[in-house]
């Protein structure tokens, strides 16, 4: 069965300052992969993808996340925080099964300093 | 599109009583989730439905709940019986269904047992 480990669950950082957040995944074959952001009260909002090819991904609000297969990651990044980024964030992996059900990490909460 | 929209958005209810949630997903999306989230936690699968089968479900879906999706369109789900443990954020996603299954999320139903 799949899994997914975020291993930070607060972070802090400057406005203007870079962000990465930590995904690990596990799971036995090519995994589907997400970021998704919830701002509070909120549902999910997609900020990401990976399917194949590229590892590189871009995705929206000037995030990007890179697939690292030899470390099973799929950290997120920033190069510049704006205080509207402060939010939660929620790292899945879809299996490719034909359910595809996401199975979700435990969430890192991001706050931003003025 | 409209996104996928769910009623209501909160719901206090005492122990013992019965609750009834609804998901209406994005048109034209034959696929349809549920998942539940706690406080502090990622969501987590309930069930699914691809057009009006309910083709799986998790062994956190206990006799209690219920969920049908009569026409393929909007999806129902019902807690009998609700325990102080049922109290969670319920969140209902829809998507198109192909291999690469990109899941929209609802701003979810919060349900607190008193």
């Known amino acids: 069965a799949q899994s997914v480990t975020q291993p930070d669950i607060h972070i802090t950082v400057s406005e203007g300052a870079s962000l990465e957040l930590r995904c690990n995944y596990s799971?036995?074959?090519?995994?589907?992969l997400f970021w998704y952001v919830q701002s509070p009260g909120q549902g999910l909002q997609l900020l990401l993808k990976y399917f194949s090819g590229d590892t590189l991904v871009q995705g929206i609000k000037g995030f990007e996340a890179e697939f690292k297969r030899s470390q099973s990651s799929f950290n997120l990044r920033k190069p510049s925080v704006h205080w509207s980024d402060a939010a939660e964030y929620f790292c899945a992996v879809g299996a490719g099964n034909a359910g595809n059900m996401l199975t979700f990490g435990g969430g890192t909460r991001l706050m931003v300093k003025p | 599109d409209t996104g996928v929209s769910q009623d209501p958005r909160h719901k206090i209810t005492k122990r013992g009583q019965n609750v009834t949630f609804r998901c209406d997903p994005i048109s034209e999306h034959n696929r349809l989730y549920w998942y539940r989230q706690t406080l502090g936690q990622g969501p987590e699968f309930l069930t699914y439905?691809?057009?009006?089968?309910?083709?799986?479900k998790s062994r956190l879906l206990s006799d209690r709940f219920s969920a049908e999706r009569p026409k393929g369109s909007f999806s129902t789900l019902e807690i009998q019986r609700t325990e102080q443990g049922d109290s969670a954020m319920y969140l209902c996603a829809s998507s198109t269904g192909t291999s690469k299954n990109i899941q929209y999320f609802g701003a979810g139903t919060r349900l607190s047992v008193l």
């Open positions: 439905f691809q057009n009006e089968a309910q083709l799986e």
């Open positions: 799971y036995g074959a090519t995994p589907y």
